[in-house]
């Protein structure tokens, strides 16, 4: 066996632990939420008038939140 498998064994371990899968989706929560805050300010302050804007934007909010929250912690 060779050095090169070796570490590609062991890359493969730690990415598959729960541990880090948990971190990473974290970080995809924590942008997401940033971009999501962002693109709702620019619907609101840029877009058309519309009574919409403000429950869709809620809609999306609550229930990607809730995926994302889902996400992270269903790997315990």
């Known amino acids: 066996m060779s050095s090169s498998s070796i570490s590609v064994i ?3 371990s ?3 632990s729960p541990e880090v899968l948990a971190i990473l989706f974290t970080l995809i929560f924590i942008v ?3 971009y999501s805050i962002i693109a709702g300010y620019h619907w609101v302050r840029y877009g058309y008038d519309s009574w919409m804007s403000t429950p869709a934007i809620a809609v999306h909010l609550f229930i990607s939140g809730v ?3 889902y996400a992270v912690s269903g790997f315990k």
């Open 14 to 16: 730690l990415f598959s």
């Open 67 to 69: 995926l994302m929250i």
């Open 10 to 12: 062991s890359l493969a």
């Open 32 to 34: 997401w939420v940033i």
